[in-house]
């Protein structure tokens, strides 16, 4: 299974993105989809996750809650990840991930800094 992700750049504190991820795959609804990503000199982390199917259990790093929607359009194949009130502590390499067949995506800059 191979994921497209999509959707980074630079943009300033408080400002949004949507990264998208698109799998190849038409079973894309079987697994759940999670959201990582990886700053310099860091390690990845979890950042948010959706369930299989209609994605009703979304789940966030507490960093992140109340800022980042994670949702899912399986007619599409493809997930996203809505970021609001970007931070600087924001900036990294971000990662789509389907769980079921542990495929990851090439990874999408986002940058936040004024």
């Known amino acids: 299974v191979q994921l497209q992700a999509s959707g980074g750049g630079m943009v300033q504190p408080g400002g949004s993105l949507t990264l998208s991820c698109e799998a190849s795959?038409?079973?894309?609804?079987?697994?759940?989809l999670q959201w990582h990503r990886q700053a310099p000199g860091k390690e990845r982390e979890l950042v948010a996750a959706?369930?299989?199917?209609?994605?009703?259990?979304?789940d966030y790093a507490d960093s992140v809650k109340g800022r980042f929607t994670i949702s899912r359009d399986n007619a599409r194949q493809t997930g996203y990840l809505r970021m609001n009130n970007l931070k600087p502590e924001d900036t990294a390499v971000y990662y789509c991930?389907?769980?079921?067949?542990?495929?990851w995506g090439q990874g999408t800059q986002v940058t936040v800094s004024s």
């Open positions: 991930r389907l769980s079921k067949w542990d495929s």
């Open positions: 959706i369930s299989a199917g209609s994605g009703s259990r979304p």
């Open positions: 795959t038409r079973f894309f609804r079987a697994s759940a």
